[in-house]
Structure formats: structure tokens, C-alpha cells
């Protein structure tokens, strides 16, 4: 099993847990990294690791407050990593969390949806 | 200083290492904020940190000056008429104040900053000390301390000026010096007395000009984005304005050449907020921004965002700064761009309304 990825938040990334042991995925808060190629590169590497032996069931949970486009991209390319748990039969799972006021989060996670074959859930959830 | 576009202000204010002019909402909330922004824009110079700790003072002194004598602490932006300008220039300090007052306290303010700035050390010392136990026969402003603590800590005189307004009111500006050299004997080019007409009329709420590496930056994107929920209850367009003025900002950070020095501009119009940005870039990244205008500015909404979802699945290596332009025209209501030839360097401005 692979190891525990945390990244602790600040002002403007994101807090990321992948923890495979406790069945959590998640990314969350802000996500305007000044490099967005360095701060995401680890977890996508992170990804390609899990995926040769991933859990039974992934849910993974994205809850940002602020994306920019970059960022938007690089969760993209994340989630084309993780499709590839399917081949080892293993079920994924994405929920888009977001503010039911907050339609400009709600709309950046629909062009994610519309960019990735996964299920994806769009989550209304008062954060 | 007549209708001065962002190249202008970006050349003709000279070789700032880092300059500011706030015309936006005055709280205590943004005192923290501008020292913070302060302590991250002279972090890599020689500035010594008992001098950066008087530098804040003088910073909190200046602010409260605007308080005290501006008397505009509401958070309607409409009728802001207070105005901070910062200036670090070769590791001098030139903090000035910017407010309206009652004509009828000139003279008075006056004297109060000419008798301060004609004492002696050791006399500036005694007055303040008297004036300290004096403090309850003095009402709520005026009492000259904040004056006197200016000169003491910043060891230079201040500098003023004032201008008519109207008929009952007046212009008065108020400049701290600080730093061996700062050039106290020079009358005009540290109060531009244009400046506040200029920012007034065009209502103008920021101009910052720095080096746009993101950790100085962040706090003019915390100031900007506490404007926003002043200036406006729709969260929504809030929230576009701040993503497109990061998408500005990080343009600068990623592309713009000499030492990544950039402008940036927020200013009022009517319901919408205009951002202008601007920097010297390469010419091959003007070739490839004008092109990509060019084509953006064919879409309508229903193809940009096609584009766009085309270009976040794409396969090919990341084009970061081509996104954030998408995102830039999804966001705006509309967008213009403009290249300017200054020898063989190239100024690239952006102008963004939401």
C-alpha cells in the first residue's frame, strides 16, 4: 500500500490527505499555487503509485474555494491517473464539494465533469 | 499628469522598487495588511529590522493621520476621500498621507508641523513628554503627538503640502521621510500634488508597482479582495474578480521580464471594477498574445467555453498562462489589450472589467 500524502494548507493551496490506511482522499481549501507544476506534480506521482494497488473503493473528495485554471488542469490530469484503479477493478469515485451559493466553484467543477470520464458527483454542501 | 494611461504611471514614477497609492476602504483590518505587504517587499533588501520595526510605526502613524484629520472611516467607497501613497525607493522610505480637511485648519496645521520640524532632538523630546501629560486638554484630534512621534522616528522633517479643493475644503498631503538619504530638500517629486486629482477623478482604488514574485503580492490580492465585499454583496462577481486579478498577477509573475516588474490597477466603474495590468514582455510572447487575443475575441461565450474544456483535456504539456487568459474571458464582461514599443522593449497592458 502506498504511504500517506499530506500536504499542510496555506493562504493559497490547498490541505491534501491521501491516505489509503483510512480511506482518505481529499483536497481542499484554496488552490492558487504561485508554480501550480511543482505543487501538483507530487500528487500526481503520488497517484501513479496508487493505482498499481489501489483500495477497493476510492472517494475522493474536492472541496476548494478558489481554483484557478491551472489548477483546474492539473486535478484533471490527477483524475485521468486514478481512471486507471478501474483496470485493477476497483471502483473510483469524485465528489465536487461547493457552497449551493457559490456558482463560480460550482461551474469550474462542471468543466472538470465534462473533462474526466470518472464518476463525478457535483455536492452542494453549506462549507 | 493628464489622463495618464498604466504605461505611463508604470515609466514615469520612476525606478520604485516598490510603489503603492491606496484610495480604497480605511480600517484597522488594512493597517495589518500594509505592513504585512511592507515586511514581504523590503524582506530581500538591507533595511536593518529595528529600521523596518520604525517603518511600520510610521506606517500605522500615517494611516492614523488619514483618520484623524480625513474623517472618512465609513465603508461606503463612494465618498472615500482619504488617499496612501508608499515609496521605496534605493532603501528610502516615502510614506504620505492623502485627505481632505477643513480649510480653516490649515494655518492651524501649519504651524503645528513647521514648530515640529524647527526643533532640535532634545527639544522635540521635552515637547512630546509635556504633551503626553497635557493629553487631557486636547480633544480627539489635533493634539500634534502623532506629528512629533513622525519626526522622532523617522529623524527627518516632514513634508507638506496643501491644495484647494472648494470652497471649504482642502487637499492636504503629509510625508514621511525615512532613510540616510531620503531626499527631504526635493519639493515636488515626493508629493505629486497631481496624483490625488488624478486618482479621485478616474476613481482609482489602487495602483501597486513592485516586482511580482507571489509571496509581495498576496497582500494586495488580501486588500483588493477586502474591497471587493465592500464595494459589492454579489459574491459571485466577487469571486470572478478575484480569480481574473490572480490570473493577472501570476501573468506577471510567470512572464514579465526585468526582474518581473509589473503594474497593476483597480478602478471603479460604476457597478464593475476594471483590473489593468501591465509589464515588459518578450516578442515572442507578444507574437503569441496577440494571436491568442485574436482569436478569443472571435468567441462567444458557448465557444470559449469549448475552448476552454478543449484545453484543460489536452493532452499536450500544459499551457498555463493560455488558460488563464481563457479564464480571464469567460470571467470579464470585456477584455482590451494593447502593446507599446518603448526602444527595443515591449509594454504589454491588460484591462479587464467585471
Same mark, same amino acid.
Given at each position: 500500500?502506498?504511504?500517506?500524502?499530506?500536504?499542510? $494548507?496555506?493562504?493559497?493551496?490547498? /490541505?491534501?490527505?491521501?491516505?489509503?490506511?483510512?480511506?482518505?482522499?481529499?483536497?481542499?481549501?484554496?488552490s492558487?499555487?504561485?508554480?501550480?507544476?511543482?505543487?501538483?506534480?507530487?500528487?500526481? !506521482?503520488w497517484?501513479?503509485?496508487y493505482?498499481?494497488?489501489?483500495?477497493?473503493?476510492?472517494?475522493f473528495?474536492?472541496?476548494?474555494? *478558489?481554483?484557478?485554471?491551472?489548477?483546474?488542469?492539473?486535478?484533471?490530469?490527477l483524475?485521468?491517473?486514478?481512471? =486507471?484503479?478501474t483496470?485493477? &477493478?476497483?471502483?473510483i469515485?469524485?465528489?465536487?464539494?461547493?457552497? $449551493?451559493?457559490?456558482?463560480?466553484?460550482?461551474?469550474?467543477?462542471?468543466?472538470?465533469?465534462?473533462?474526466?470520464?470518472?464518476?463525478?458527483?457535483?455536492?452542494?454542501?453549506?462549507? | 499628469?493628464?489622463?495618464?494611461?498604466?504605461?505611463?504611471?508604470?515609466?514615469?514614477?520612476g525606478?520604485?522598487?516598490? *510603489?503603492l497609492?491606496?484610495?480604497?476602504?480605511?480600517?484597522?483590518?488594512?493597517?495589518d495588511?500594509? +505592513?504585512?505587504?511592507?515586511?514581504?517587499?523590503?524582506e530581500?533588501?538591507?533595511?536593518l529590522?529595528?529600521?523596518?520595526?520604525?517603518i511600520?510605526?510610521l506606517?500605522?502613524?500615517?494611516?492614523?493621520?488619514i483618520?484623524?484629520?480625513g &474623517?472618512?472611516? @465609513? !465603508?461606503d467607497?463612494?465618498?472615500?476621500? #482619504?488617499?496612501?501613497?508608499?515609496?521605496?525607493?534605493?532603501?528610502?522610505?516615502?510614506?504620505?498621507?492623502?485627505n481632505?480637511?477643513?480649510?480653516?485648519?490649515?494655518?492651524?496645521?501649519k504651524c503645528?508641523?513647521d514648530?515640529?520640524?524647527?526643533?532640535?532632538?532634545?527639544?522635540?523630546?521635552k515637547?512630546?513628554?509635556?504633551?503626553?501629560?497635557? %493629553?487631557?486638554?486636547?480633544?480627539?484630534?489635533?493634539?500634534?503627538?502623532g506629528?512629533?512621534?513622525?519626526?522622532?522616528k523617522?529623524?527627518?522633517?516632514?513634508?507638506?503640502?496643501?491644495?484647494?479643493?472648494?470652497?471649504? !475644503?482642502?487637499v492636504?498631503? +503629509?510625508?514621511?521621510?525615512f532613510?540616510?538619504?531620503?531626499?527631504?530638500?526635493?519639493?515636488?517629486?515626493?508629493?505629486?500634488d497631481?496624483?490625488?486629482?488624478?486618482?479621485?477623478? @478616474?476613481?482609482?482604488?489602487?495602483? *501597486?508597482?513592485?516586482?511580482? =514574485?507571489?509571496?509581495k503580492?498576496?497582500?494586495?490580492? /488580501?486588500?483588493?479582495?477586502?474591497?471587493?465585499s465592500v +464595494?459589492?454583496?454579489?459574491?459571485?462577481? @466577487?469571486?470572478?474578480?478575484f480569480?481574473?486579478?490572480?490570473?493577472?498577477?501570476q @501573468?506577471?509573475?510567470?512572464?514579465?521580464?526585468?526582474?518581473?516588474? &509589473?503594474?497593476?490597477?483597480?478602478?471603479?466603474?460604476?457597478?464593475? +471594477?476594471?483590473f489593468?495590468?501591465?509589464?515588459?514582455?518578450?516578442e515572442?510572447n507578444?507574437?503569441?498574445?496577440? !494571436?491568442?487575443?485574436?482569436?478569443? =475575441?472571435?468567441?462567444?461565450?458557448?465557444q470559449?467555453?469549448?475552448?476552454?474544456?478543449k484545453?484543460?483535456?489536452?493532452?499536450?504539456?500544459a499551457? *498555463?498562462?493560455?488558460?488563464?487568459?481563457?479564464?480571464?474571458?469567460?470571467?470579464?464582461?470585456?477584455?482590451?489589450?494593447?502593446? %507599446?514599443?518603448? #526602444?527595443d /522593449?515591449?509594454?504589454?497592458?491588460?484591462?479587464?472589467?467585471?
Amino acid at each position: 500500500m502506498v504511504d500517506l500524502l499530506y500536504i499542510a $494548507p496555506t493562504d493559497y493551496t490547498p /490541505k491534501v490527505v491521501l491516505d489509503p490506511e483510512r480511506g482518505i482522499f481529499e483536497i481542499s481549501g484554496c488552490s492558487l499555487p504561485d508554480d501550480t507544476l511543482k505543487f501538483y506534480t507530487p500528487i500526481i !506521482q503520488w497517484a501513479e503509485e496508487y493505482v498499481l494497488n489501489p483500495n477497493s473503493q476510492t472517494h475522493f473528495v474536492i472541496a476548494l474555494d *478558489f481554483v484557478n485554471s491551472s489548477s483546474s488542469k492539473m486535478i484533471i490530469d490527477l483524475l485521468f491517473v486514478l481512471q =486507471k484503479t478501474t483496470i485493477q &477493478g476497483a471502483e473510483i469515485d469524485v465528489h465536487w464539494k461547493y457552497d $449551493p451559493s457559490d456558482d463560480v466553484i460550482e461551474t469550474i467543477g462542471v468543466c472538470i465533469q465534462e473533462s474526466t470520464n470518472l464518476p463525478f458527483i457535483l455536492d452542494p454542501v453549506r462549507i | 499628469m493628464k489622463d495618464i494611461p498604466l504605461y505611463h504611471l508604470f515609466t514615469n514614477v520612476g525606478e520604485h522598487d516598490f *510603489f503603492l497609492v491606496y484610495r480604497g476602504v480605511f480600517s484597522d483590518n488594512l493597517t495589518d495588511k500594509i +505592513l504585512q505587504l511592507n515586511e514581504k517587499n523590503v524582506e530581500s533588501s538591507d533595511i536593518l529590522s529595528s529600521s523596518r520595526k520604525k517603518i511600520s510605526f510610521l506606517l500605522v502613524e500615517s494611516f492614523q493621520n488619514i483618520l484623524r484629520y480625513g &474623517g472618512v472611516l @465609513n !465603508q461606503d467607497l463612494t465618498s472615500n476621500t #482619504g488617499m496612501f501613497i508608499l515609496k521605496l525607493i534605493d532603501h528610502n522610505f516615502y510614506i504620505t498621507s492623502v485627505n481632505l480637511i477643513d480649510t480653516e485648519q490649515v494655518e492651524g496645521l501649519k504651524c503645528n508641523i513647521d514648530d515640529i520640524n524647527s526643533a532640535n532632538r532634545e527639544d522635540l523630546k521635552k515637547n512630546y513628554i509635556q504633551r503626553l501629560g497635557d %493629553m487631557a486638554s486636547y480633544t480627539e484630534k489635533g493634539t500634534g503627538l502623532g506629528f512629533m512621534e513622525m519626526v522622532r522616528k523617522s529623524q527627518n522633517p516632514l513634508r507638506y503640502t496643501f491644495q484647494d479643493h472648494d470652497a471649504k !475644503q482642502s487637499v492636504f498631503y +503629509l510625508t514621511i521621510c525615512f532613510g540616510d538619504h531620503a531626499r527631504v530638500d526635493k519639493s515636488d517629486s515626493l508629493i505629486n500634488d497631481q496624483i490625488y486629482h488624478y486618482f479621485v477623478k @478616474n476613481d482609482i482604488l489602487l495602483t *501597486f508597482k513592485s516586482e511580482f =514574485k507571489q509571496d509581495k503580492i498576496q497582500p494586495i490580492w /488580501k486588500i483588493i479582495n477586502d474591497n471587493l465585499s465592500v +464595494l459589492s454583496a454579489n459574491n459571485s462577481a @466577487n469571486k470572478k474578480r478575484f480569480l481574473a486579478l490572480v490570473a493577472l498577477s501570476q @501573468n506577471i509573475t510567470h512572464h514579465a521580464v526585468e526582474q518581473k516588474r &509589473g503594474i497593476l490597477q483597480v478602478i471603479k466603474r460604476g457597478e464593475r +471594477l476594471l483590473f489593468e495590468a501591465g509589464n515588459y514582455i518578450s516578442e515572442a510572447n507578444r507574437t503569441r498574445l496577440d !494571436q491568442h487575443f485574436k482569436l478569443l =475575441k472571435t468567441m462567444n461565450f458557448e465557444q470559449l467555453h469549448q475552448y476552454y474544456l478543449k484545453q484543460l483535456s489536452s493532452t499536450v504539456e500544459a499551457d *498555463f498562462s493560455g488558460l488563464a487568459l481563457i479564464e480571464v474571458f469567460k470571467y470579464a464582461t470585456q477584455v482590451d489589450y494593447e502593446f %507599446m514599443y518603448d #526602444g527595443d /522593449k515591449i509594454f504589454y497592458r491588460i484591462s479587464v472589467e467585471i
